[in-house]
């Protein structure tokens, strides 16, 4: 098992141009997340999905747009691209504790995206 | 929305002795604390996690323990190695929806073991 893949590994953008960032799971797992990291800040939640078909706001959701594509693929999209938004974004998926014990979000190995 | 703080930003032990870090939470909702390590351009990693309803929690050489009244919670490594060192994040988590929960981290404590 592959866990949480993404996709590609970095990228380079000029201010204004758009992007999507790919994020698939083989986990089975309900809920699938987008973080961004910046030095010395920690992880922010960008934006979240409970389920299939849902998706939700997380604390820096301005700039960013997500699809549910389906149960194991989780898009980000950056429509006009800042260089405030220059980052490390990383995907994860979790079970939620459905497994039994379990609330562990697994994180896939990131996306350095620079805006110029 | 939850505001997590933690303390140090960096740390240096000498390699055999105990490393602290501590985190402090500020909604009261929050129950379950997770706590990962991430390695220099690597993913984060969860090594430890406590929930709410338990105060202590060990794994060989880490512990995390929890003080719900006075909303913090810190991770103990002791006999620290050389391959402890890296940026260890702590997290505090609320039931969003769903399967959801809504992680809020902490901003990093760089550990270096020195040999």
């Known amino acids: 098992n592959a866990g949480v893949t993404q996709t590609p590994k970095f990228q380079v953008l000029k201010t204004g141009q758009s992007m999507t960032l790919q994020c698939a799971q083989d986990m089975n797992h309900n809920s699938m997340y987008w973080y961004r990291q910046d030095p010395g800040m920690g992880l922010r939640l960008i934006y979240y999905?409970?389920?299939?078909?849902?998706?939700d706001k997380g604390e820096v959701p301005n700039g960013y747009n997500v699809s549910r594509l389906n149960k194991r693929e989780f898009s980000l999209r950056l429509e006009s691209a800042a260089p405030s938004q220059t980052s490390v974004y990383f995907c994860?998926?979790?079970?939620?504790?459905?497994?039994?014990?379990?609330?562990?979000?697994?994180f896939g190995p990131g996306t350095r995206l620079t805006v110029t | 929305g939850e505001n997590v703080e933690q303390h140090p930003s960096t740390l240096s032990v000498q390699e055999g002795d105990s490393a602290v870090i501590k985190c402090t939470y500020s909604?009261?909702?929050?129950?379950?604390f997770p706590w990962y390590k991430q390695e220099l351009g690597k993913r984060p990693q969860l090594i430890i996690d406590?929930?709410?309803?338990?105060g202590e929690k060990k794994d060989q050489r880490i512990a995390v323990t929890l003080n719900k009244t006075a909303k913090h919670f810190s991770l103990h490594i002791t006999e620290t190695q050389p391959e402890d060192s890296a940026v260890y994040f702590c997290?505090?988590?609320?039931?969003?929806?769903?399967?959801?929960?809504?992680?809020?981290f902490g901003s990093g404590t760089q550990l270096t073991v020195l040999p």
């Open positions: 406590i929930r709410s309803n338990v």
């Open positions: 909604d009261s909702a929050s129950n379950y």
């Open positions: 994860a998926a979790g079970s939620g504790g459905a497994r039994v014990g379990s609330y562990e979000q697994y």
């Open positions: 999905s409970a389920s299939e078909g849902t998706t």
């Open positions: 997290a505090a988590s609320i039931h969003s929806s769903g399967s959801a929960r809504q992680l809020t």
